[in-house]
């Protein structure tokens, strides 16, 4: 069932996202070569809980963690851990859920850990890249598949795989709504957009092929080349007209420039 959100809703949710990033921001700050991931999940609980609100990833089908920290080549689902120390060179995405006052809230951005090479750069890059596209189309009116075919589009011209296992998703009192939106897709299919919708997209985008194999630990997702793997994600609402409102990044306003390029 797709829940459509009342304005109030929205506010809610724009109070939840706010939040959010404010912990990405504060997170993603903490990120440097020797730091451990368990220290990056710690900080980001005590931060969310001190804002009264809950980490939404813990305890999700049991997953015990409240970020989700996947390194290189690692997709998503990377579970926070003493032993898993970053180093310089790497990547890592950070991603994160809360709940605030009964409101989910989910995103996720990929830091670089010390100096990347210029190719990592770019990988991070264009999946933020494909993200804005992706939600360029999530407008009244315009189809799921046109959010999927955008994102596509933008990575394979940069001959990037685009994940195919992991999707977005509808998001509201619950993480994970309907629909699933796909990474992947075409112009003109799939459901149509309406006013009040939320969603999560999330391109997950590796430099090489789109095949993935799941850790031994059950959770942890990696590309089967082992090519780097780069994951980017916001919460937004769709509006009576014009572009989305990405509630998980406070202040953002669209310009038509934006098209294309790098609007952060
Ligand atoms: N952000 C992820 C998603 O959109 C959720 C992480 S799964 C969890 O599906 F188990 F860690 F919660
Ligand atoms: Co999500």
Redesign the pocket.
């Known amino acids: 069932m797709i829940t459509i959100k009342n304005s109030e809703q929205i506010a809610k949710m724009r109070e939840a996202g706010a939040l959010l990033h404010m912990v990405l921001q504060e997170v993603s700050r903490k990120v440097e070569p020797g730091i451990n991931t368990a220290e990056l999940d710690r900080f980001a609980e005590q931060l969310i809980r001190k804002n009264h609100a809950k980490p939404?990833?813990?305890g999700?089908?049991?997953?015990p963690?409240t970020?989700?920290t996947s390194v290189d080549d690692q997709v998503?689902?990377g579970i926070p851990s003493r032993r898993q120390v970053l180093r310089e060179g790497s990547i890592v995405s950070i991603?994160?859920?809360l709940v605030l006052d009964g409101w989910q809230a989910?995103?996720?951005l990929t830091v670089p850990v010390g100096e990347i090479s210029p190719q990592a750069r770019q990988l991070i890059r264009v999946t933020e890249q494909c993200f804005f596209e992706g939600a360029r189309q999530a407008v009244h009116g315009q189809r799921l598949g046109d959010i999927g075919h955008a994102v596509q589009a933008l990575a394979e011209s940069h001959g990037y795989g685009v994940i195919r296992d992991?999707?977005?998703?509808g998001?509201g009192r619950e993480?994970?709504e309907e629909p699933t939106v796909y990474n992947f897709g075409q112009p003109g299919h799939g459901m149509r957009l309406l006013p009040g919708m939320t969603i999560?997209i999330?391109p997950m985008i590796a430099m090489g092929d789109w095949h993935v194999d799941e850790d031994d630990d059950g959770?942890g997702i990696r590309t089967r080349d082992r090519s780097l793997c780069s994951h980017y994600?916001h919460t937004l609402a769709v509006g009576p007209d014009g572009l989305p409102e990405i509630l998980t990044l406070p202040g953002f306003q669209w310009k038509e420039q934006e098209h294309g390029t790098d609007p952060l």
């Open positions: 939404s990833f813990l999700y089908e049991g997953y963690a970020l989700c998503v689902h991603d994160c859920g989910d995103s996720a992991l999707t977005g998703h998001i993480m994970h999560a999330e959770w994600e």
